[in-house]
């Protein structure tokens, strides 16, 4: 048997958590966020799972190229636009949709000379003071655009909030306000935070990611209570069923001590696969349905937990590390992170992703 650490991608769940977005804002075209290999779950099988999305969102021109080659027509924007000016013609050849965040970018469009006009989101920075140009510049780099030959039809204006996972947090209002100044009817605001709980900040071009996943992007809370269904289900199995006297460390650091007698499981899954490092003693994992504790520090390939619930446990019994039956935002909140950053860092050239339906 060879190792067995599999990521289960539920397609339907995709759909549905997107049908959930079309729910909340009924008459708002979709992006679809699925930049960073679809949020670790597979570009291109998130691109086929949604393809009912009106658009798909990606962070830079490989990941727009690859959904090219593999057929899809969808119009594609570049989150971040190009990050060189060679990339324009290329842009114009695969009809790719760019953000403009920064002067050089209107420069570098202004002196291309393409085969054929881009369409351009152009980003407002409303606040968040990362990516995107101040309000009082944007009637400017507007008209500019609106000159400019290498630009095809109504120019969207985008921002983004930095704030909106947290319901409470009056920055969101504000960032808002200094949008719909300069704002036009073509515009997109909304990721899923917005989306799930910002209603005044559903309109025009909704900008989903992480919902679409299944998970939340709240600073509490888990993705079933906004009524959605995890995409992905980390999976492996028991190798190792030891016992150690009281008092004997398991792991790096010997850091843990079996507080008594007690059985020891090892299961085959570690930060060499992305399982987190930094998830703490006491991290739930899921053992033949039911939760253990991991206990001691996760290695390369490996953890082990507490099996004092599970005495009965065996090799071969199936894991789950996160997904049906435990949210990725329990794991994420015991290693200090979110969910996105674990799902992002499942590791393709080690995990086997496959495709599952519904139930099981
Ligand atoms: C990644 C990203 C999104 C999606 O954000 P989620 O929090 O995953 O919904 C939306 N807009 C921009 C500009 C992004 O970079």
């Known amino acids: 048997m060879s190792r067995t650490v599999i990521a289960e991608i539920n397609p339907a769940a995709l759909q549905h958590n997107l049908n959930r977005a079309r729910e909340l804002a009924p008459n708002c075209p979709v992006a679809a966020v699925i930049k960073a290999d679809g949020y670790g779950h597979g570009l291109v099988r ?113 921002t983004h909030l930095a704030n909106a996972d947290d319901r409470e947090d009056p920055a969101t209002v504000r960032q808002l306000a200094r949008f719909d100044a300069v704002a036009s009817d073509d515009r997109s605001i909304a990721n899923s935070a917005a989306i799930l709980g910002w209603p005044q900040a559903r309109r025009g071009w909704l900008r989903p990611g992480i919902m679409l996943y299944g998970a939340s992007p709240f600073v509490t809370g888990s993705g079933e209570s906004c009524q959605l269904q995890p995409v992905m289900t980390l999976r492996s199995t028991l190798i190792a069923v030891n016992h150690h006297q009281r008092g004997a460390p398991v792991g790096y650091g010997g850091s843990w001590r079996c507080p008594e ?33 991991l206990i001691g520090r996760v290695s390369m390939d490996m953890i082990t937990v507490d099996l004092r619930s599970q005495p009965q446990a065996g ?46």
Request: negative net charge; hydrophobic residues 45%; proline residues 7%.
């Open 315 to 360: 090799i071969g019994d199936p894991v789950v590390l996160w997904g049906r039956g435990l949210p990725v935002e329990t794991v994420a909140e015991h290693a200090g992170t979110i969910a996105y950053e674990l799902l992002c860092a499942v590791a393709r050239k080690r995990v086997r992703h496959i495709e599952t339906q519904g139930e099981k």
């Open 261 to 293: 007698d007690m059985p020891v499981g090892v299961v085959a899954i570690g930060y060499g696969d992305g399982y987190p490092r930094h998830a703490r003693p006491g991290t739930p994992v899921l053992l033949n349905g039911k939760r253990v504790p």
């Open 46 to 158: 998130v691109a086929r799972a949604l393809s009912e999305a009106d658009a798909y969102a990606v962070a830079c021109i490989e990941e727009a190229l690859q959904l090219r080659e593999a057929g899809f027509s969808h119009p594609v924007i570049l989150l971040e636009g190009f990050f060189d000016t060679a990339e324009l013609e290329s842009l114009a050849r695969y009809s790719l949709i760019t953000v403009i965040h920064h002067e050089w970018q209107l420069k570098a469009l202004e002196q291309a000379k393409l085969a054929a006009p881009l369409q351009v989101w152009l980003k407002v920075d409303s606040g968040m003071h990362r990516l995107g140009f101040p309000p009082e510049q944007i009637p400017a780099a507007r008209q500019r655009l609106a000159a400019c030959n290498s630009v095809a039809g109504p120019v969207i204006l985008m």
